[in-house]
């Protein structure tokens, strides 16, 4: 869940720092120009409840599983588009967040693993 956190906030700050996409409403905005909420709070939740599920999963069911999160969180953001909490630049398209949900979540659960077997 910690390296969720770090990969999701240094993330944010390099799209964010590039004019890639921006958060018009988030905590201390004075202070932050990333939403500081999601990536410690909801990210490392969402993480925890998805190791959860992969940990029982057969290595095919585990793929699929990342692909279908991966796409819930290109609706997502969507969504989050239309109440203002996220805004992506113009030439942003929403296939390169599916490709990178799809990077992320494999990414921790090699981490994961790589922790869990103690290597």
């Not at 590039?18 to 988030?26: E, T, V």
């Not at 939740?45 to 029982?56: K, N, R």
């Amino acid at each position: 869940m910690i390296a969720a956190s770090l990969i999701g906030t240094y993330l944010d700050l390099f799209f964010v720092g590039n004019g890639i996409y921006f958060f018009p409403n988030r905590p201390f905005p004075t202070i932050f120009n990333i939403n500081v909420a999601f990536t410690l709070l909801g990210l490392p939740v969402i993480t925890l409840v998805t190791l959860y599920f992969l940990s029982s999963m057969s290595k095919m069911e585990r793929r699929t599983f990342i692909v279908f999160l991966s796409l819930i969180f290109c609706f997502a953001e969507n969504i989050s588009e239309n109440f203002g909490w996220f805004k992506h630049s113009e030439s942003w398209e929403h296939f390169y967040s599916f490709i990178g949900y799809i990077i992320f979540f494999s990414v921790i659960w090699r981490i994961y693993n790589m922790f869990k077997s103690g290597q």
